[in-house]
């Protein structure tokens, strides 16, 4: 079979192919785009035909690269920053310009990232900022994202990592649900208490399998999300695990065993190198780093 040549090969259908790489679905990438979706598909199909190469496959979370489908798009990345950057060079703006989406757990994202992106917002007015958050912990198969903060170490994908900030999980409980029982003074007076804490049965990161080091504890009431966590936990639901930058300044909580029960995790950030915007994706990166490290304490707060 001939090799493809390049003058078969259309610019913007490369374009049509990185917005689902973006998005990671034909739907979104077609509303990005401003067609349909099956506009999308055949821009897609006549790209593999002059290629002479498969670049999409279906998955589990949306369409997935393959692997000469992420040689493409890494290739080719720079190809929709060259136009923006081009259009604002005509209009005489030289300032950095793209579109940015990250993914993070809801807590840290509403806490922490979304402060962040603001701040990027009111300094970078020509970059355009989507957060995406999960309730449940996140996972690095699908292609929506541009940055994306996990737990633990990230895995499952072709991405580039780096550690961004610990953060502690203490024990929280509201002070009526601690009045109506026995003392909490030892680890060993925790047997017997309802637990609050993440849904045993979906959980899908290994580091927040915690419950069974608290032995004796029984998982009262477990959630995917950690707002509903701490507000059960304000109820009376039991004794919740939670994040200490959450538990900590919620005056309708008290510490339960702060110096005996301080788990230690990990929130890593990841960039997928295919990303188009690199110029607004570094400005991001730059904005969740000082974020965290303005707001250390808050993360894992002083006893």
Excluded at 8 to 22: E, F, G, K, P, Q
Excluded at 279 to 284: E, F, G, I, T, W
Aim: charged share 25%; no cysteine.
């Amino acid at each position: 079979m001939a090799a493809p040549r390049p003058h078969d090969v259309s610019t913007d259908d490369v374009r049509y192919l990185i917005a689902v790489a973006r998005v990671g679905r034909l739907t979104s990438a077609a509303a990005l785009l401003g067609v349909d979706h099956t506009t999308v598909r055949r821009r897609i199909d006549r790209l593999e035909a002059a290629l002479a190469a498969r670049l999409l496959d279906r998955g589990a979370d949306g369409w997935e690269l393959t692997a000469i489908g992420r040689e493409v798009v890494e290739r080719a990345s720079a190809l929709e920053g060259i136009v923006e950057q081009v259009v604002a060079a005509a209009a005489g703006d030289a300032s950095v310009r793209g579109t940015v989406r990250v993914a993070a757990p809801d807590g840290f994202g509403a806490v922490f990232v979304a402060p962040a992106l603001a701040r990027v917002r009111a300094e970078h007015p020509g970059v355009a900022l989507e957060l995406v958050t999960s309730t449940r912990p996140l996972s690095l198969r699908g292609s929506g994202f541009d940055l994306a903060v996990t737990i633990g170490a990230a895995g499952g994908a072709r991405v580039q990592s780096e550690p961004l900030a610990e953060y502690a999980l203490r024990l929280y409980a509201s002070p009526d649900y601690l009045a109506a029982r026995p003392p909490v003074r030892a680890l060993a007076d925790l047997e017997g208490h309802d637990l609050v804490f993440y849904v045993d049965a979906l959980l899908t990161v290994r580091e927040l399998d915690l419950a069974p080091v608290l032995g004796g504890m029984r998982l009262g009431l477990g959630s995917t999300s950690v707002f509903a966590q701490v507000e059960a936990t304000a109820a009376g639901a039991g004794i919740g695990l939670l994040h200490a930058f959450m538990g900590e300044g919620d005056s309708r909580l008290v510490p339960v065993l702060p110096e005996l029960v301080d788990f230690r995790l990990r929130f890593t950030l990841s960039t997928r190198p295919e990303s188009p915007a690199v110029d607004a994706v570094r400005l991001v990166r730059e904005a969740l780093h000082e974020e965290v490290a303005r707001r250390r304490d808050e993360l894992v707060p002083r006893r």
